[in-house]
């Protein structure tokens, strides 16, 4: 299982970003994937969540009606859509796809002025 994280960057409060996770080494489609995020000294948090299908998502209550999950299946990748961004989004942002403990290297994602 690998997984590459991307998209990341310095941002503004109230800008946007959209984080990428390519997958290979497992059937993608198959799978539910999750996006985490890891502020420093604070543990991992699930930021959302999406089925194999694509048809449910879940979300952090602190996220929710900001950010968007949503998946290509056809080329194993999963998306973040991160809008009206603020600066405790700080974090570095992993994917993660159901059942399997693996990680990848996470996308860093600062908000700031």
């Known amino acids: 299982v690998q997984l590459v994280e991307s998209g990341g960057g310095l941002v503004e409060p109230g800008g946007s970003l959209r984080l990428s996770c390519a997958a290979s080494?497992?059937?993608?489609?198959?799978?539910?994937m999750m996006w985490y995020r890891q502020a420093p000294g604070k543990e991992r948090e699930l930021v959302a969540a999406?089925?194999?299908?694509?048809?449910?998502?879940k979300y952090a209550d602190s996220v929710k009606g900001r950010f968007t999950i949503s998946r290509d299946n056809a080329k194993n990748t999963s998306y973040l859509q991160m809008n009206s961004l603020k600066p405790e989004d700080t974090a570095v942002y992993y994917c993660?796809?159901?059942?399997?403990?693996?990680w990848g290297q996470g996308t860093q994602v600062t908000v700031s002025s």
């Open positions: 993660k796809a159901q059942t399997f403990n693996s």
């Open positions: 080494g497992f059937t993608f489609s198959s799978y539910g």
């Open positions: 999406i089925s194999s299908t694509g048809l449910i998502t």
